[in-house]
């Protein structure tokens, strides 16, 4: 999965044939999505990348029409209604006097992933009859896509519309640090560390302890007690989850410490569940199965922490023998109720909506979730210290 996944996903829903890629190619002035008179032109959800003043870098998407009929056209159907659950906001197209029950069920599915939607008549210059503000009771916007009539009111919607913590991203830290403060992060440097740069949730980090205005340095784990008898004491150490083991009994306790992971579990996760859901891990037995979630897609190293480590850590905490299943990227989950435990990465790859929704059937199920880092320094020990700095 590509860096852009984290970006801001807003879907174009409606039936065939009204408009959504003549929409889409007069929101972006570009001819991105294909146009043609016949209906059922666009099959898969069609993803393209642009900048929206207000709102900044989103992901389009142009699905198939939600009344798409036969074999095939219910297989886009299904593949349109996927892209429901990765989205933070969605565009309903109509045509004059049109809402029935295809309208009525997006709306009811949209609810229940608590996402939020505008209702466009994307054909205004065509309509006979009174322009309408509304329609079944729902706000409406008009415009043309042809004309680009009231393509500016309906941007001015989105960016009403659009949930302020998809695009505005508030700080990892601020409410951790202050100005001047000192933050020691702790980066291995193995198998896993990409050539020639940093993690992206190194980096998220780092940028936001300089938005901060507090100082931040990165040392590998084997310079850790260098840098304490050297250097000021840190206000705050952030290592890599799977070096929990190395550096909690070098970091003396009245210094704070926690992962990057963790801090990602706090910033986009399901926090409170997570807290909740962890310490079930004393209670797995021989036999269970658990879930691993990767939110992005990778080559597996003989090192690598979702596939590898985590079931080996697991296993050998618990002393049981238990069922790993691994998925990346945003693959669908089957069959939730046959997992004991579900283990979420961090998420720096998807957006805080796709991985809510990704967790949520779990929630719903009352099946408890963990996070890598939270679960590493569970069973290390040092679970009540490495989320003390994000509990007020």
């Not at 507090?214 to 590998?220: E, I, P, W």
């Not at 697991?314 to 989950?333: A, D, M, V």
């Given at each position: 999965?590509?860096?852009r996944?984290?970006?801001?996903?807003?879907?174009?829903?409606?039936?065939?044939?009204?408009?959504?890629?003549?929409?889409i190619?007069?929101?972006?002035?570009?001819e991105?999505?294909?146009v043609?008179p016949?209906?059922?032109?666009?099959?898969?959800?069609v993803?393209?990348?642009?900048?929206?003043?207000?709102i900044g870098p989103?992901?389009?998407?142009?699905?198939?029409?939600?009344?798409?009929?036969?074999d095939?056209?219910?297989?886009?159907?299904?593949?349109?209604?996927e892209?429901?659950?990765?989205?933070?906001?969605?565009?309903?197209?109509?045509?004059?006097y049109?809402?029935?029950?295809?309208?009525n069920?997006?709306?009811?599915?949209?609810?229940?992933?608590?996402?939020?939607?505008?209702?466009?008549?994307?054909?205004v210059?065509?309509?006979?009859?009174?322009?309408?503000?509304?329609?079944?009771?729902?706000?409406?916007?008009?415009?043309?896509?042809?004309?680009?009539?009231?393509?500016d009111?309906?941007?001015?919607?989105?960016?009403?519309?659009?949930?302020?913590?998809?695009?505005?991203?508030?700080s990892?830290?601020?409410?951790?640090?202050s100005?001047?403060?000192?933050?020691?992060?702790?980066?291995?440097?193995?198998?896993?560390?990409?050539?020639?740069?940093?993690?992206?949730p190194?980096?998220?980090?780092?940028?936001?302890i300089?938005?901060?205005?507090?100082?931040?340095?990165?040392?590998k784990?084997d310079?850790?007690?260098?840098?304490?008898?050297?250097?000021?004491?840190p206000n705050?150490v952030i290592?890599d989850?799977?070096?929990?083991?190395?550096?909690?009994?070098?970091?003396?306790a009245?210094?704070?410490?926690?992962?990057f992971?963790?801090?990602l579990?706090?910033?986009?996760?399901?926090?409170?569940n997570?807290?909740?859901?962890?310490?079930?891990?004393?209670?797995?037995q021989?036999?269970?199965?658990i879930?691993?979630?990767?939110?992005?897609?990778?080559q597996?190293?003989?090192?690598?922490?979702?596939?590898?480590?985590?079931?080996?850590w697991?296993?050998?905490?618990?002393?049981?023998?238990?069922?790993?299943?691994?998925?990346?990227?945003?693959?669908?989950?089957?069959?939730?109720?046959?997992y004991a435990?579900?283990?979420?990465?961090?998420g720096?790859?998807?957006?805080?909506?796709?991985?809510?929704?990704r967790?949520?059937?779990?929630?719903?199920?009352?099946?408890?979730?963990?996070?890598?880092?939270?679960?590493?320094?569970?069973?290390?020990g040092?679970?009540?210290?490495?989320v003390?700095?994000f509990?007020?």
């Amino acid at each position: 999965m590509k860096g852009r996944e984290n970006k801001p996903h807003i879907g174009v829903f409606g039936r065939k044939n009204n408009g959504k890629s003549s929409l889409i190619n007069a929101i972006t002035q570009q001819e991105i999505a294909i146009v043609s008179p016949v209906p059922g032109t666009t099959t898969d959800p069609v993803k393209k990348s642009i900048e929206i003043f207000g709102i900044g870098p989103v992901i389009l998407i142009d699905t198939a029409g939600i009344d798409d009929e036969g074999d095939l056209g219910k297989k886009r159907v299904s593949k349109s209604e996927e892209i429901l659950r990765i989205i933070d906001l969605a565009i309903i197209v109509i045509n004059e006097y049109q809402w029935d029950i295809s309208e009525n069920q997006l709306v009811e599915k949209l609810n229940e992933l608590e996402t939020p939607f505008i209702i466009v008549n994307n054909r205004v210059d065509e309509w006979t009859a009174e322009r309408r503000n509304s329609i079944n009771n729902f706000p409406l916007i008009n415009v043309s896509a042809v004309s680009g009539e009231g393509i500016d009111n309906l941007i001015k919607g989105m960016i009403a519309a659009m949930p302020p913590t998809s695009y505005i991203s508030h700080s990892l830290l601020g409410d951790v640090i202050s100005p001047n403060n000192k933050i020691l992060l702790i980066t291995p440097i193995d198998s896993e560390a990409p050539a020639m740069r940093m993690t992206l949730p190194q980096v998220q980090t780092l940028r936001d302890i300089l938005d901060n205005d507090a100082v931040a340095t990165f040392v590998k784990e084997d310079k850790v007690e260098y840098y304490l008898q050297n250097f000021p004491k840190p206000n705050l150490v952030i290592t890599d989850s799977q070096v929990f083991n190395k550096v909690s009994p070098l970091i003396p306790a009245e210094i704070p410490l926690t992962s990057f992971s963790i801090l990602l579990a706090k910033h986009k996760g399901d926090f409170q569940n997570y807290l909740k859901g962890t310490p079930y891990i004393d209670q797995l037995q021989d036999g269970d199965n658990i879930l691993v979630l990767e939110s992005c897609t990778h080559q597996i190293a003989c090192e690598d922490i979702g596939r590898v480590k985590i079931p080996n850590w697991l296993q050998n905490y618990t002393k049981k023998k238990l069922n790993f299943t691994f998925l990346s990227g945003l693959e669908p989950i089957h069959d939730i109720t046959r997992y004991a435990l579900v283990v979420q990465c961090g998420g720096c790859m998807v957006t805080r909506k796709q991985l809510l929704n990704r967790l949520k059937l779990a929630v719903e199920n009352n099946i408890p979730i963990t996070n890598y880092g939270m679960l590493i320094a569970y069973i290390n020990g040092i679970f009540e210290r490495a989320v003390k700095v994000f509990i007020k």
